[in-house]
C-alpha cells in the first residue's frame, strides 16, 4: 500500500481530510485520482512511514504501483501490466541510482 500525505484540506471520496493527514492507494483512493492529486499538489509521498519491511514491487498490486510511479515521477508510457510497470519502476530507480 503507497502511502500519502495530504498538503492541504481536500474533500476526498465524500469526506473532507485536513492538511497533513495520512491517506493510502488503494484503501482511500484509487491510483488514477491519486495521480491527479499529485500532480495537482494536493498530496505527496510519505517519506516518514516508519514502515521498517518496504514491500517488494512484486507484491504491490497494479492499483499501488501505478499510484508508486506517479509518486517517483515515471512515466508508464504505454505500459499497462504489472510486469512492464515493475520493470519501468526499477529501471528509473536504477538510472536514478546511477546519477544517469
Known amino acids: ?4 500525505i495530504t498538503t492541504r484540506d481536500i474533500r ?3 469526506r473532507d481530510v485536513a492538511e497533513g ?5 488503494p484503501a482511500d483512493l484509487d491510483s488514477d485520482h491519486a495521480a491527479r492529486l499529485i500532480n495537482l499538489g494536493y498530496i505527496v509521498a ?3 512511514d ?3 519491511s518496504s514491500p517488494s514491487l512484486a ?3 497494479l492499483d499501488e504501483l501505478k499510484a508508486l ?5 515515471i512515466e508508464l508510457g504505454e505500459a499497462s501490466k504489472k510486469a512492464e510497470i515493475v520493470e519501468l519502476i526499477e529501471k528509473a530507480r536504477a ?3 546511477a546519477g544517469a
Do not use: N, P, Q
Open 12 to 14: 476526498l471520496i465524500g
Open 50 to 52: 516508519d514502515d521498517e
Open 59 to 61: 507484491s504491490l498490486k
Open 95 to 97: 538510472e536514478k541510482a
Open 69 to 73: 510511479a506517479a509518486t517517483e515521477g
Open 1 to 4: 500500500m503507497t502511502k500519502f
Open 21 to 25: 493527514s495520512k491517506i493510502s492507494v
Open 46 to 48: 510519505d517519506e516518514t
